[in-house]
């Protein structure tokens, strides 16, 4: 009796008072951590991304210092900016998704209906919203982001890369000069720069001539400067885009993406594309190229490379000021996201900021010795041998590429050439990889895909898009782009995108 008198009450003391409280403690305790183990073990999985085919680093330092626990981002947005090295980022992102299997969010052509602000029908494989999961979305488009959060993700990374007005101006110059209408009419950039309004006529699209930045974003870029209108734009980037990097610190700007995407070091080593000529061609450049036999077909003056190339793109300082002024809201947005740059890196701090760029540049140097002839250094286009990475020509000034060493075994090859692969052969080649099935039924042509040839297509008002037209021989064959513009090839490559208006 004494005996089970004292079992009710042990069975009290534990159930009743002590029990309850200690045994929900414990509960509890149990589920934080089988919870944070499998946390811990999601993020170790994913965090550690080494590429998925062969890398070529011969430095154990590829990876990089350490990131900590961070998830990389695979959800990404890149707002492709006109002529501030976003071909290279390009590059380095079609690297990472090609590598990895994921999926890209395609144009029908090469652009995304540029210069009409963005729609996701012009996205490749689109059927609405979350109906398909991409994960990069980063080719030349007008920003619209209702569009675009009907494409991408909701955790969905976005950055973009800017450039001070004045040497925006006189890239723009040189490369859209024979096509762009306020560039054809002036004698040089600096008689641009000295009375822009005689030679632009803002009714005209395709100008590439006054704030190809805020353009670019999405806003007016014609507007009459006015704080208000500056501080608006600026609001919205800051409230849509988590990274804004800047092309005069090109290798600053790497380390800060890595770090907020939480990727390997290997994977920002790039080279640089899509990059003019600093001088004018020895052989007068494209005179007698097929660029300037389109531009003839189609009954415009096309006059290549000359020797007064360079003549026409020199300004004076007080020429470059006057750029920067008639670019005004290019040059706020420039200014303020520069301070932003600036305050990013101070708190990443200086000295680390210094020895991760210093390692970035030792891996370039290696890559370039592993890959490219001559040390890594660009060439003219017709000296390339590999007629399939030859990058696309257009403007004054000649854009330069690369060539593979010989002799690499296959699986260097296939990571080097993919450094080195231009943007327009890059897109055909994912485009082959995700749609093998229109590719394989004669929808595109097996060219194209091996070749990874720069072919623009004509967007058809019903679908975005008219399948290219088959050109046996060497004949030339004529498209149109939405706008009207004549779209001119012979064997399978662009040579020229011309106004007709």
Avoid at 274 to 291: T, Y
Avoid at 309 to 329: C, D, H, S
Avoid at 400 to 427: F, H, S, V, W
Wanted: charged share 25%.
């Amino acid at each position: 009796m004494l005996f089970r008198r004292r079992a009710r009450m042990l069975r009290w003391l534990v159930c009743g008072r002590v029990g309850t409280v200690w045994i929900w403690k414990a509960l509890l305790l149990f589920v934080a951590i089988a919870f944070a183990v499998q946390l811990l073990g999601v993020i170790f999985n994913k965090s550690s991304v080494h590429p998925a085919g062969h890398s070529i680093f011969l430095s154990s330092d590829a990876q990089g210092p350490s990131l900590g626990f961070c998830q990389p981002h695979t959800h990404i947005m890149f707002l492709k900016t006109h002529k501030t090295a976003s071909s290279t980022v390009l590059n380095m992102l079609y690297r990472f998704g090609d590598e990895r299997n994921l999926r890209f969010a395609l144009p029908l052509g090469y652009q995304f209906g540029y210069p009409l602000p963005f729609n996701a029908h012009r996205v490749k494989g689109y059927r609405g919203p979350r109906a398909m999961e991409f994960h990069i979305l980063g080719h030349h488009m007008r920003f619209n982001k209702p569009e675009v959060e009907k494409v991408m993700p909701a955790d969905t990374f976005y950055f973009s890369i800017i450039r001070d007005p004045a040497g925006m101006a006189e890239s723009s110059f040189a490369y859209y000069k024979e096509v762009a209408p306020a560039f054809r009419k002036a004698k040089s950039l600096g008689d641009f720069a000295d009375n822009p309004y005689r030679y632009y006529d803002s009714r005209v699209r395709n100008n590439y001539a006054r704030n190809l930045l805020m353009f670019d974003f999405g806003m007016d870029n014609n507007a009459n400067f006015s704080l208000a209108v500056a501080q608006k734009a600026e609001t919205m980037i800051r409230q849509t885009f988590n990274l804004i990097l800047l092309s005069e610190y090109f290798d600053q700007s790497m380390i800060l993406l890595r770090h907020a995407l939480c990727w390997p070091l290997e994977t920002v080593v790039s080279f640089s594309l899509n990059a003019r000529q600093q001088k004018p061609s020895d052989v007068g450049g494209l005179s007698g190229s097929f660029v300037s036999k389109a531009a003839a077909a189609a009954g415009i003056g096309f006059r290549g490379v000359r020797p007064q190339a360079k003549i026409l793109t020199n300004v004076t300082e007080a020429q470059r000021e006057k750029l920067r002024q008639w670019n005004a809201f290019d040059l706020y947005l420039y200014k303020t996201f520069n301070r932003t740059f600036w305050e990013d890196i101070k708190s990443f701090g200086y000295t680390q900021m210094e020895q991760e760029v210093s390692l970035l540049r030792m891996l370039r140097k290696e890559m370039a010795q592993v890959c490219l002839r001559d040390g890594g250094k660009p060439v003219e286009a017709r000296r390339i041998r590999d007629k399939t990475i030859r990058p696309f020509q257009l403007g004054l000034l000649e854009i330069l590429g690369y060539e593979l060493q010989p002799g690499l075994d296959n699986a260097t090859r296939t990571a080097c050439l993919r450094m080195i692969r231009p943007e327009l052969q890059y897109k055909d080649v994912l485009d082959a990889k995700q749609f093998p099935r229109v590719a394989q039924s004669g929808q595109q042509n097996p060219a194209l895909q091996a070749a990874g040839a720069s072919l623009v297509r004509q967007d058809s008002p019903r679908t975005g898009e008219r399948p290219a037209e088959g050109n046996a021989g060497g004949r030339t064959a004529e498209l149109r782009d939405w706008d009207g513009s004549r779209l001119m090839r012979r064997n399978q490559t662009l040579i020229q995108k011309v106004r007709l208006t």
